[in-house]
């Protein structure tokens, strides 16, 4: 709810998905991404934000190249991925994951899902919004 208070001024100001370039040149992350001209503004808006935090997330306590993929052939859903290797450190205390719920709450407030999870040492952020 309150991230909803917080974009609903912010929406026309808010990078989409057209801005995912800027935000990953220079790093270790490797994006696939089918057009983008399909996917709604609020939609790429949403999207946007989770890759953002996700990258954040993989870049500040993950190792390695990062992989972000974009799938838009799903049907009636844009599919948002993020892998990366983990790092060696234990993950952050509980308290301390305010990104991933964040991730989640902007996800629901589209009408979609955003899930996470550890596979031996690759963690996954997948996101399903609704186009």
Do not use: F, K
Request: glycine share 10%; aromatic share 2%.
């Amino acid at each position: 709810m309150l991230l909803g208070v917080l974009d609903a001024g912010e929406a026309a100001r808010t990078p989409t998905l057209d801005s995912l370039h800027t935000l990953t040149r220079g790093l270790d992350v490797h994006v696939n991404a089918g057009p983008l001209d399909r996917i709604p503004p609020a939609t790429s808006r949403t999207a946007y934000a989770i890759a953002r935090e996700a990258l954040t997330n993989a870049l500040r306590h993950g190792s390695g190249p990062v992989t972000l993929d974009l799938d838009t052939d799903a049907p009636g859903e844009l599919v948002l991925t993020v892998e990366n290797a983990t790092a060696a450190s234990p993950a952050a205390p509980a308290g301390h994951r305010r990104g991933l719920t964040g991730m989640r709450m902007r996800a629901r407030l589209a009408g979609g899902t955003c899930t996470t999870r550890q596979a031996e040492t690759t963690w996954r952020v997948e996101a399903r919004l609704p186009l």
